[in-house]
């Protein structure tokens, strides 16, 4: 996988977890129910690592994201390869700095036959989905997600809470990688301004469009 693949994983694995209380709401997990049911908004640093098979880290990096439900996120990665993903409600952008590149994609057709289309409003996670409580492991409750449908780009996703707040991610591909996201500096339902979903392509960038 590619560092744009490895990349897009987080956001779809993020919009399996901002859309699951409908799957969590009937069981006895208080904190998950009422996590989910009062988020609207996030804002969170990240530090991300790919790691094969063996556990060997392929790729590590850091940044800071924004969620606003039900169909808006950015993802913005800094060095070692700065990059910008960001999802207006119509479309996503990537933005890859150091290549001097954007491409847009309709946000639906790019989102279609992943998780994230949970974060645009569509899809049902119980349809979809087995979700399995862990219970609690140290300080941290993890929920498992495995898609019931064959033929997708992962088989397992692990999500991990510290009382009610989403602290840990993990994704498990079909090539036996994970990838693991921990949040820190969590703040839940902050004012966020609508600009931080909107992007212009730089002047003198390369723009390609992909499935309109």
């Known amino acids: 996988m590619n560092k744009l693949c490895l990349r897009y994983a987080a956001i779809v694995i993020l919009g399996i977890a901002i859309s699951i209380k409908s799957a969590i709401a009937a069981s006895d997990e208080d904190r998950l ?10 804002r969170a ?3 991300q ?21 039900p169909n ?16 207006d409600g119509r479309q996503v952008w990537v933005y890859d700095v150091e290549l001097e590149q954007v491409t847009v994609r309709n946000q639906e057709t790019a989102l279609d036959r992943t998780p994230a289309i949970l974060l645009a409003g569509h899809g049902d996670l119980e349809l979809d989905y087995d979700v399995k409580n862990l219970g609690l492991q140290g300080s941290v409750f993890w929920v498992v997600l495995h898609p019931k449908a064959a033929g997708g780009s992962f088989s397992e996703v692990q999500l991990g809470f510290q009382n009610y707040t989403l602290r840990q991610i993990q994704l498990l591909d079909n090539l036996s990688h994970i990838t693991r996201i921990v949040l820190t500096h969590v703040e839940e339902n ?10 212009t392509p730089p002047e003198g960038v390369d723009l390609i469009a992909e499935e309109f």
Request: aromatic share 16%; glycine share 2%; proline share 7%.
């Open 49 to 69: 690592v790919v790691l094969d098979e063996n556990l060997t880290p392929l790729e590590e990096s850091s940044g800071r994201l924004w969620i606003s439900r």
């Open 45 to 47: 640093d990240f530090s």
């Open 72 to 87: 808006r996120f950015r993802w913005d990665y800094h060095a070692p390869f700065p990059q910008q993903i960001i999802a």
């Open 33 to 42: 129910e009422r996590f989910f049911r009062d988020l609207t908004t996030l």
């Open 190 to 199: 902050p004012e966020i301004s609508a600009t931080r979903f909107s992007f």
